[in-house]
């Protein structure tokens, strides 16, 4: 492979008819290394040539268009950056230097030094309104405890109910009058060849729905990480034990996985004040709720 070890010219790129560039390295008027992006690629090599540019890197050229064809995402290409072997790493067809690659990588860190994605998945509700037909599940549920798990929810940037009748469920989506629990579930057989997350097989309803609740989180996470440059995530798992128990065993929340980082974490089970129970996690959601009202406002609480 040919080593490339410095350059300091800005990419000479050629478009090409189905959207992609042909990105060119020159040196006295003779194409020395060519590089086709295709339209895929092309939302990420230009934002590594604007990372290098910010950053006063001096490489990038060619180099930006062999990573950007040689990862999916930003994320993917900075930990790519930092695979070194002997002194150099082998991105696309290129063999690069330490400094070149690990120079990039911290660029990369630093553009990426921002606010994580905070979700929220908020069990439902044992009590819900018995009216017919179908309902928004955020107005089917019911009670002080629903309420401020709803108003929790809406402090992060997206939130979904995990619900044993409805698995992975949004909260704007309407669905009828139910009764279910996870353990409604327990025992009952199910023929299935699939595997959870922990690998173990699909023997009862109870380990199907774990199966659903993870692939719905899953593809939720997904979702909202879709982009060349997706912000990590922090999940918030809002559940009593009755739910989070089956599900972890199960490995639902080990198994998820993002482009960038993800945290996951459990508030009722690890923040002090919320500890006890359903009244606990009450004044503990309350009292996140009202805090945030406070900061959008000013400063100030409401009424005042």
């Known amino acids: 492979m040919n080593r490339d070890q410095s350059g300091d010219e800005l990419p000479r790129e050629h478009e090409l008819p189905n959207g992609g560039l042909v990105v060119a390295k020159e040196f006295c008027r003779e194409v020395r290394h060519a590089v086709t992006v295709d339209p895929v690629d092309r939302d990420l090599y230009k934002l590594l040539v604007h990372i290098l540019a910010e950053a006063g890197e001096r490489v990038r050229g060619?180099?930006?268009?062999?990573?950007?064809?040689?990862?999916?995402?930003?994320?993917?290409?900075?930990?790519?950056?930092?695979?070194?072997?002997?002194?150099?790493?082998?991105?696309?067809?290129?063999?690069?230097?330490?400094?070149?690659?690990?120079?990039?990588?911290?660029?990369?860190?630093?553009?990426?030094?921002?606010d994580p994605l905070r979700l929220a998945a908020v069990g439902c509700s044992g009590s819900k309104y018995e009216d017919d037909g179908l309902m928004p599940a955020m107005e089917r549920y019911k009670g002080a405890y629903w309420s401020n798990k709803g108003g929790y929810g809406e402090l992060r940037d997206d939130w979904r109910v995990l619900s044993a009748e409805h698995d992975v469920l949004h909260p704007e989506k309407p669905i009828?009058?139910?009764?279910?629990?996870?353990?409604?579930?327990?025992?009952?057989?199910?023929?299935?060849?699939?595997?959870?997350?922990?690998?173990?097989?699909?023997?009862?309803?109870?380990?199907?729905?774990?199966?659903?609740?993870?692939?719905?989180?899953?593809?939720?996470?997904?979702?909202?990480?879709?982009?060349?440059?997706?912000?990590?995530?922090?999940?918030?798992?809002?559940?009593?034990?009755?739910?989070?128990?089956?599900?972890?065993?199960?490995?639902?929340?080990?198994?998820?996985?993002?482009?960038?980082?993800?945290?996951?974490?459990?508030?009722?089970?690890?923040?002090?004040?919320?500890?006890?129970?359903?009244?606990?996690?009450?004044?503990?959601m309350s009292d996140e709720i009202a805090a945030a009202e406070v900061a959008t406002d000013g400063g100030e609480p409401r009424g005042e």
Not at 250 to 274: C, H, K, Y
Request: proline share 6%; hydrophobic share 40%.
């Open 62 to 114: 060619t180099f930006a268009a062999n990573v950007a064809t040689a990862f999916d995402t930003l994320p993917a290409a900075m930990r790519g950056l930092r695979d070194i072997e002997r002194g150099v790493a082998e991105i696309g067809d290129r063999s690069y230097g330490m400094s070149i690659t690990l120079n990039a990588a911290e660029a990369i860190e630093a553009h990426r030094d921002r």
């Open 176 to 284: 009828e009058y139910y009764e279910r629990t996870p353990d409604d579930w327990r025992g009952v057989p199910v023929d299935s060849d699939a595997r959870l997350p922990s690998g173990e097989p699909v023997d009862t309803r109870l380990d199907l729905w774990a199966l659903n609740v993870h692939e719905g989180l899953a593809a939720w996470i997904a979702e909202a990480t879709d982009d060349v440059d997706p912000r990590d995530v922090e999940l918030e798992v809002l559940l009593g034990q009755q739910y989070r128990e089956p599900l972890e065993k199960r490995g639902v929340f080990d198994a998820l996985r993002t482009p960038g980082e993800l945290t996951v974490s459990f508030p009722f089970q690890e923040v002090e004040q919320a500890q006890g129970g359903m009244f606990e996690q009450i004044g503990w």
